[in-house]
């Protein structure tokens, strides 16, 4: 396998369901890392995307959240819905979905 262009790490953090933090396993991250790797074999995207499930990568108040580097965005509130758009627009194209953005202030 050679160097990924661009490498998504999907925290995957399970706490207990009354835990004051909450964590992204709660709020479908799960689901959302099954959606990434679905997307990267249907579009055979291996030499350019790599996607790792991690713990805890940040505000989990603000899962579920996905992070991909090089660039170091931190998308938060992360659905299904929006795995298409990540691959899409930043992903493959490049440029980052702005309305999933962590804010400034956390990230």
Not at 7 to 12: A, L, W
Not at 64 to 71: D, G, I
Not at 81 to 97: K, R
């Amino acid at each position: 396998m050679s160097k990924p262009l661009r490498h998504v790490f999907v925290c995957t953090q399970n706490r207990p369901p009354a835990h004051p933090r909450g964590s992204c396993a709660s709020k479908g991250a799960v689901a959302v890392l099954q959606a990434f790797w679905g997307e990267l074999q249907k579009r055979q995207a291996y030499e350019k995307v790599s996607i790792t499930n991690s713990g805890c990568i940040g505000p989990c108040e603000l899962g579920a959240n996905v992070l991909v580097y090089p660039e170091g965005v931190l998308y938060r509130g992360v659905t299904l819905e929006d795995v298409n758009e990540i691959f899409d627009s930043h992903l493959e194209g490049g440029t980052p979905v702005e309305r999933l953005l962590a804010p400034k202030a956390v990230w």
